[in-house]
C-alpha cells in the first residue's frame, strides 16, 4: 500500500489519455511492466472440450510486452490443453487478498496463444526463466518439462475496482 | 466512567489529546485553569476507527474516494461523494458492542437533558482552526440515542465536501485521519457571541461580538451581531457598531431555528458596557492561559458568563490565484438565503428576463438598416451578457436549494439510494420538456403529412402549415443550433431542429414514464411523516423551495437561451446582408468583424478559413477504453452505437436509439433525449442537466466519466450501466 493509501497517486488513467495517443498507451506499458517485475505467479486459463480450467504458473515477461512464458510438465492438464487449443488467458494481479484490494489493486489479462519453445529459442528463455525464478532451475532443466511462450494478442487491465482499459499488442 | 471510547472532560489527561481531539483538548485545559465551561465528555478517536473498522465503512469510503483520480472530479461531485459517504454513515447504526457501553455512559451523564454535540477533530487547532465551519455540529439534542446520532453525523462530517476540497492542507486520508466528538450540556444563553482578545486587523484593540440568543446565528453568519473594538492596554470601549437587530437563533426540537427576534429585545443591545468589558476580560484570561491571542465564543446564562469554546486566532486564509473552492463552498446557502433568492429569482429576475426576451422577439433585425443593425446587435450582446452574470450570481447559488433538501431528506429518512430525494423532486413542469412537446408536434404533423418528410429529407423548405410551427417555435426557444450559454456561432439553418423532427417523426418514441408520480406521492407523504408541527411545515417549505430550485435548473437555461438566439439572429441578419462580401471559404466570422464591415461599407472582413478536411486513414486504435466508471445518474442498462457530440453541428446526424455521448450536456441539446438510448456525460454530477432530463424521460445515463469524447468514437457500440455508473464499449475479440 503507497504511504498516502493511493488517493490521488498520480498514475495513468483515463483522463490522461488521447485516442491514438502513444503517450498513454506508453504509460499503460510502464504499468505493465511493473506489474509484472513485481509479479511472480500468474493464472493460466485453458480448457479442455470447452471446461475452463485455471491453475498457476511461474512466469516471465519480454521486455516488449508481446511474450510471456512460463514453464509445465509435459504430463500436466495444463499441458495437455493447451497443445489441443493454443488459445489460452493469463492473468497477473497485485492484489493482497485484503478488503482494501478492491481499491488499490490492479489486474491484467493476456490473451494469446501458447506454443512450446524449442532450439535456441528455447535455451535463450531457459536462462532467462532461470534467472527471474533461480529456485525452479532443475524443475526447468529437466527433459520432462516444456517451456511455454504465449504471443500476446491483447491485454486487459482493470484498475480502480472498475476502471478497463485495453492494448492491443497484434492484430 | 472513564473508558476507551469516552472520557469525561474532568478525567482527561496532557496526553489525551490525539484521543480527544483539538476542541476537547483545550476545553480540557481551561477546565483544568478554573475557566466555567459547560460540562462534557468527550468521544474518543478509538470509537470513530472502531465503528470505520467493523462496519466496513473506512474501506467504502476508499472505494467511493478511489473511483477515479481526485483531480478530475468537479465540486458538485466532490459533494455528491460526500453525500454517498455521509449516507453510510446515516444507515450504519453502532455495532451492538460499541453502543451498549456508550449509551450508558451518556445516558448517565446527560440523561435527558439537551446536549451539543460538536466535532473535535484531532488537528483541529493546526491547519482546519482556519477552515471554520468545516464540521458539524448540533445543537439541542436530547437522549443517548440521539446523541448517538448525532456523533454520527459529526463523524460523517470528517468527510464533507468542503473538507474533501481542502484534503491536502488537511492531510486528509482514511488510514491516518480520525474524528473526536464533544458532547456539552447545552447553556441557553440570554445573549452570545465570539470575542478576539486581539484584533486581527489592529493589534491594540479587542473584539467583542455579541447577539440575543444562542450564538449559532451569528457562527453561520445568519444573525448580524453587535460589535465593539476594545482597547487592550486601557480596557477601554473605543466603538460600538449597533446591528440591525432583526432575528435570533432560538433552541427547537430540530436543532436551533431563527426566529423574529421580539421587539423589546430589538432596541436593546445583547450586552452593557460592563459585560463587554467582562467577556473581553474573558478573552485575555483565555489568551494567558493558552499563551497565544485566543478567539473564543461565550454565552450569558443565569448572570453567568460562560465560556464554550478557545482556539488561537489564525489570520484569513488568502485564496490562491485560481482556487476556485471558496466560491463553491460560498454555493452552499442557508435555508433563509435560498428564500430570499427565491423570492428575487421568481418575482423579479425570471419575469424581467422573460420580458427583455419578448422585447427582442418584437424587434425584427430585418427592418433595421446597416447602423441600426450594428447599433443593436451590440445592444442585444450586452444584454445577454447582463444575464449570463445573473445567471452566475443568482441561479446557480439557487440550485442548492436542491442540495440542501436531500441532505433534510436523508438525514430524516436515512434512504437506502442517497439518491431518493430525487423522485420527488421531479415530474415538475419544466420549460425543456413543454418545448420538447412543442417537436413532438411537429413530428405529429410530419408524419402525418405524405411526402413531407420526404420533402424535407431533399432539403426543401419545410410548407406552409410547419414553416409557421418552425417559425413560432424558433422565435420561442431558438433554432437549438447553438449552445445556450457562451455560444460564439451557430449554425444558420434550422438543420438540427428539422433532423430531430424527421427523427421523431420517424420514430414516435415512447414518452416520460408516469410511474414516479404516484411513487413521488408515496416518498413525500413518508417524508413528511417524520415531522411534526413547525418542523413539519418547515420541512414542506423546504421541499417546495427543492421544487422550485430542481424546476429552475433547466427553465433558466431555456430562458437565457432564447435571449442568446436573438442575439444569434441579429447576427444571422447581417452575416446574410454581408454575405457578398464574405469570402467562400470562410468558415467562422468574428462577430466584431461583422459589425466593423456594418459600419464601414469600405472594410474588408477577416475571416477564419475553412480548416482542411482530414483526409488520413483513422489511425489503429492501439489503446482503448473496455469500462470507464462515472456516477450513476439515472438506473437503467441501454446498449446502443454512440454518437459523440463535440460541436452543435454533430448534433444534426443523430438518430433514433443511439446514445448521447458528451462533454456536458447543454440544456439545448435535452431535446434528443426522448430520441437516444442513454446519455454518457464527462461533466460530473447528480444534479446537472443531462442527469435531471435522463431521469424524467427514464434514461440511463452515467455521467462524470472522464474524458468521454476523447475515448469513446461515434459509432463504437456502447452499454450504458445506469446502476452501477459504468460505460462499457465493446471492443471486439480478445
Avoid at chain 2, 580 to 600: G, K, M, T, V
Wanted: proline share 6%; net charge neutral; glycine share 6%.
Amino acid at each position: 500500500m503507497s504511504p498516502d493509501d493511493g488517493w490521488d497517486s498520480p498514475s495513468a488513467t483515463p483522463a490522461t489519455l488521447r485516442k491514438s495517443g502513444t503517450h498513454a498507451s506508453s504509460q499503460i506499458r510502464a504499468l505493465l511492466k511493473t506489474l509484472f517485475d513485481e509479479q511472480r505467479l500468474a493464472v493460466l486459463a485453458t480448457h479442455q472440450d470447452g471446461q475452463p480450467y485455471a491453475t498457476l504458473v511461474a512466469f516471465g515477461a519480454d521486455e516488449d510486452l508481446a511474450t510471456l512464458y512460463f514453464a509445465t510438465p509435459r504430463a500436466t492438464r495444463k499441458f495437455a490443453n493447451l497443445s489441443a487449443d493454443p488459445r489460452v488467458a493469463l492473468l497477473v494481479n497485485n492484489s493482497a487478498n485484503q478488503p482494501e484490494d478492491i481499491h488499490r489493486a490492479m489486474a491484467a489479462t493476456a490473451t494469446g496463444r501458447a506454443v512450446e519453445l524449442e532450439g535456441p529459442k528455447r535455451a535463450a528463455y531457459q536462462a532467462r526463466y532461470i534467472a527471474r525464478h533461480p529456485h525452479l532451475e532443475e524443475f526447468v532443466r529437466s527433459p520432462s518439462c516444456a517451456l511455454i511462450a504465449v504471443a500476446v494478442k491483447r491485454y486487459v487491465l482493470v484498475r480502480r475496482f472498475q476502471t478497463v482499459l485495453e492494448l492491443r499488442i497484434s492484430p | 466512567m472513564n473508558t476507551k471510547w469516552i472520557v469525561p472532560l474532568e478525567a482527561a489527561g496532557p496526553r489525551d489529546r490525539p484521543r480527544i481531539g483539538g476542541k476537547g483538548y483545550a476545553l480540557y485545559r481551561l477546565l483544568s485553569g478554573g475557566f466555567r465551561v459547560p460540562e462534557a465528555v468527550c468521544v474518543t478517536t478509538a470509537l470513530y476507527r472502531a465503528y470505520l473498522r467493523r462496519t466496513g465503512i473506512g474501506e467504502r469510503i476508499l472505494m467511493e474516494l478511489n473511483r477515479k483520480q481526485f483531480k478530475d472530479l468537479r465540486w458538485e461531485e466532490i459533494w455528491d461523494s460526500a453525500l454517498r459517504i455521509r449516507s453510510l454513515f446515516l444507515r450504519k447504526e453502532l455495532p451492538q458492542a460499541l453502543e451498549g457501553p456508550v449509551k450508558k455512559a451518556l445516558h448517565a451523564r446527560f440523561g435527558d437533558s439537551p446536549v451539543a454535540v460538536r466535532s473535535s477533530a484531532p488537528e483541529e487547532d493546526a491547519a482546519a482552526v482556519s477552515f471554520a465551519g468545516l464540521h458539524e455540529s448540533f445543537l439541542n439534542v436530547c437522549g443517548a440515542e440521539a446523541i448517538i446520532d448525532s456523533i454520527r453525523k459529526v463523524w460523517a462530517s470528517l468527510w464533507s465536501d468542503a473538507a474533501l476540497l481542502y484534503r491536502q492542507e488537511l492531510k486528509l486520508g482514511v488510514d491516518k485521519s480520525a474524528m473526536a466528538v464533544l458532547v456539552q450540556q447545552l447553556v441557553t444563553g440570554r445573549a452570545s457571541g465570539v470575542a478576539f482578545s486581539h484584533n486581527p486587523v489592529n493589534p491594540a484593540q479587542g473584539v467583542v461580538e455579541a447577539v440575543h440568543g444562542l450564538n449559532q446565528g451569528l457562527v453561520d453568519g445568519a444573525v448580524a451581531p453587535d460589535r465593539w473594538l476594545i482597547d487592550r492596554q486601557r480596557r477601554r470601549i473605543v466603538g460600538h457598531t449597533a446591528a440591525e437587530r432583526r432575528q435570533w437563533a432560538v433552541a427547537d426540537p430540530s436543532g436551533v431555528r431563527l426566529e423574529a427576534l421580539p421587539s423589546a429585545l430589538q432596541s436593546k443591545t445583547p450586552l452593557d458596557d460592563a459585560e463587554v468589558r467582562q467577556v473581553f476580560d474573558l478573552a485575555l484570561a483565555a489568551q494567558d492561559h493558552f499563551g497565544s491571542p485566543q478567539d473564543v465564543e461565550w454565552t450569558f446564562a443565569e448572570r453567568k458568563l460562560h465560556l464554550l469554546q478557545s482556539r488561537p486566532i489564525t489570520s484569513g486564509r488568502e485564496a490562491a490565484e485560481g482556487d476556485q473552492r471558496g466560491w463553491y463552498l460560498s454555493l452552499k446557502r442557508s435555508f433563509e438565503n435560498l428564500k430570499e433568492l427565491r423570492d428575487r429569482i421568481e418575482n423579479e429576475l425570471i419575469p424581467a428576463m422573460l420580458a427583455a426576451a419578448d422585447e427582442l422577439v418584437a424587434l425584427d433585425p430585418g427592418r433595421l438598416d446597416d447602423a441600426a443593425l450594428a447599433a443593436e446587435i451590440r445592444r442585444r450582446s450586452e444584454i445577454n451578457s447582463h444575464w449570463v452574470s445573473v445567471y452566475w450570481a443568482e441561479f446557480i447559488p439557487y440550485a442548492h436549494g436542491v442540495r440542501l433538501f436531500g441532505q433534510v431528506y436523508n438525514d430524516s429518512v436515512h434512504p437506502e439510494d442517497p439518491y431518493e430525494f430525487l423522485t420527488l423532486l421531479g415530474q415538475t413542469p419544466m420549460a425543456g420538456l413543454e418545448r420538447n412537446r412543442l417537436i413532438d408536434e411537429m413530428a405529429a404533423l410530419v408524419r402525418a403529412t405524405p411526402g413531407m418528410a420526404a420533402a424535407l429529407q431533399a432539403g426543401e423548405p419545410p410548407a406552409a402549415p410547419l414553416a409557421a410551427k418552425l417559425a413560432a417555435f424558433i422565435d420561442r426557444f431558438g433554432d437549438l443550433s447553438c449552445p445556450a450559454s457562451g455560444a460564439r456561432h451557430c449554425t444558420e439553418r434550422p438543420e438540427t431542429l428539422i433532423n430531430v423532427i424527421l427523427q421523431l417523426a420517424a420514430h414516435p418514441p415512447s414518452h416520460p414514464q408516469a410511474a414516479p408520480g404516484a411513487r413521488a406521492e408515496d416518498l413525500k407523504v413518508a417524508f413528511l411523516a417524520r415531522f411534526s408541527g413547525a418542523e413539519r411545515r418547515r420541512a414542506e417549505e423546504m421541499l417546495d423551495l427543492a421544487r422550485s430550485s430542481y424546476q429552475l435548473r433547466d427553465d433558466d437555461n431555456i430562458h437565457l437561451g432564447r435571449i442568446e438566439a436573438r442575439l444569434t439572429a441579429a447576427l444571422q441578419e447581417a452575416r446574410r446582408r454581408l454575405a457578398p462580401r464574405i469570402p467562400d471559404d470562410a468558415a467562422e466570422i468574428d462577430p466584431s468583424e461583422l459589425l466593423l464591415a456594418l459600419e464601414n461599407p469600405a472594410h474588408q472582413l477577416r475571416a477564419q478559413p475553412l480548416a482542411a478536411k482530414a483526409t488520413a486513414p483513422a489511425p489503429v486504435r492501439t489503446l482503448r477504453a473496455r469500462q470507464l466508471v462515472g456516477q450513476p445518474a439515472g438506473p437503467g442498462i441501454a446498449r446502443g452505437p454512440a454518437r459523440v457530440i463535440l460541436t452543435p453541428a454533430d448534433l444534426a446526424a443523430f438518430e433514433a436509439g443511439e446514445i448521447l455521448v458528451c462533454d456536458a450536456v447543454d440544456p439545448n441539446m435535452t431535446f434528443f433525449a426522448p430520441l437516444s438510448a442513454g446519455v454518457v456525460e464527462r461533466r460530473g454530477g447528480m444534479l446537472i442537466h443531462g442527469a435531471i432530463i435522463a431521469r424524467e424521460y427514464g434514461l440511463p445515463c452515467v455521467t462524470g466519466v472522464p474524458d468521454a469524447t476523447g475515448l469513446i468514437e461515434t459509432g463504437d457500440d456502447l452499454t450504458v450501466d445506469g446502476f452501477l455508473g459504468i460505460v462499457t464499449v465493446a471492443t471486439g475479440r480478445l
